[in-house]
Nanobody
Framework: QVQLVESGGGLVQAGGSLRLSCLAS????????MGWFRQATGKEREFVSA????????YYVDSVKGRFTISRDNAKNTMYLQMNSLKPEDSAIYYC?????????????????????WGQGTQVTVSS
């Protein structure tokens, strides 16, 4: 069992910044990748960013490239998402996700089904 807890969400004006954190805890396991997804009201959950075990590979949805930065601290079992230049369309519940299984599908890191552990989400609201 793995538990994921997100924090750092809140209300911010357009152009502002937030830093999300995701703390993983539980029994020992191999983490192949962790990622961030978001879900706005009335919309389906969508991929935002992901990072591999070593941190050497990162992935971003086009709409956040240049504004968001994903990172992880394996010693602290924590993943971060630094969000700069926030826009109203970034408003959503942001979910942390983790996978400890191998996946070989095209764009595997961006697929919901890749991840077998999820946090409860943290609300991000960006006002115009």
């Amino acid at each position: 069992q793995v538990q994921l807890v997100e924090s750092g969400g809140g209300l911010v004006q357009a152009g502002g910044s937030l830093r999300l954190s995701c703390l993983a805890s539980g029994r020992a396991f191999t983490t192949y990748a962790m990622g961030w997804f978001r879900q706005a009201t009335g919309k389906e959950r969508e991929f935002v960013s992901a990072i591999t075990r070593s941190g050497s590979s990162t992935y971003y949805v086009d709409s956040v490239k240049g504004r968001f930065t994903i990172s992880r601290d394996n010693a602290k079992n924590t993943m971060y998402l630094q969000m700069n230049s926030l826009k109203p369309e970034d408003s959503a519940i942001y979910y942390c996700a983790l996978t400890n299984t191998m996946r070989y599908e095209d764009n595997w890191y961006a697929k919901v089904d890749t991840y077998n552990y999820w946090g409860q989400g943290t609300q991000v609201t960006v006002s115009s």
